[in-house]
């Protein structure tokens, strides 16, 4: 009785937040566990700040990818774990970590979701975010200054330096392991729908299998 896994893809800024959280509060938070790729960057405390803001975090590089894969498989199994917490002003990895608790249903989150051949296999559902490049631009330019305490010219030169590449070596190739592609436009509700029935469908399932377990039988705490 593994969980289920959802993997949500696409560019930076692409929605992808807006769409595990539509998920999340149709199927209920009390049944997902939900993983964030952008927890996991690598801890650059021991580089000068001005260094940090140099390194290249859309390369697979930048990710702790072994901790992530690990966590994923645990909550797969059914054990919670202590996921990360990253200072995105800072580019550090904060000492104290989040709990998540295992569910029936997991939901990852990342534009390097499906660069790693392990972390596909985890996967039972691949979706990717297909937004045009203007308006994932701007909705990370706003972001990073809103949320991040960047500068409008250290948004537009990231940009051009490392996310526009990366995105065109590493991601967008990555569209074609998708299993459901999600426009960006109202974000597909019909796509949405049918994610979201899916899950269902499997909770559905999982629990009438917990019933007709034998008594005897000694059954998965979710």
Do not use: C
């Not at 690990?70 to 989040?98: I, M, N, W």
């Not at 990852?108 to 979706?127: A, P, R």
């Not at 305490?149 to 990366?166: A, D, I, L, N």
């Amino acid at each position: 009785m593994q969980a289920l896994v959802i993997g949500i893809a696409g560019g930076s800024g692409s929605g992808k937040t807006t769409v595990a959280s539509r998920i999340i509060e149709k199927v209920g938070v009390d049944r997902i566990s939900y993983l964030k790729m952008d927890s996991y960057y690598i801890d650059l405390a021991h580089l000068p700040l001005e260094q940090r803001a140099k390194n290249n975090f859309d390369h697979p590089s930048s990710i702790d990818i072994d901790l992530f894969i690990e966590h994923v498989k645990s909550l797969k199994a059914g054990l919670d774990v202590e996921k990360p917490v990253y200072d995105f002003v800072t580019h550090t990895r904060k000492k104290e970590t989040e709990a998540v608790k295992a569910r029936p249903v997991i939901i990852l989150e990342g534009i390097l979701l499906y660069e790693n051949s392990e972390l596909v296999n985890l996967i039972d559902i691949k979706t990717f975010i297909e937004t045009p490049s203007d308006l994932r631009f701007i909705r990370r330019l706003m972001r990073d200054i809103k949320e991040r305490g960047r500068t409008p010219e250290s948004v537009v030169e990231q940009y051009y330096k490392t996310v526009r590449p990366m995105y065109k070596t590493f991601v967008a190739p990555t569209k074609e392991i998708a299993d459901i592609m999600i426009p960006w436009k109202g974000y597909n509700e019909a796509a949405i729908d049918m994610i979201i029935g899916k899950v269902q469908d499997a909770l559905t399932n999982k629990d009438q299998l917990s019933l007709s377990l034998p008594l005897d039988q000694p059954q998965k705490t979710l």
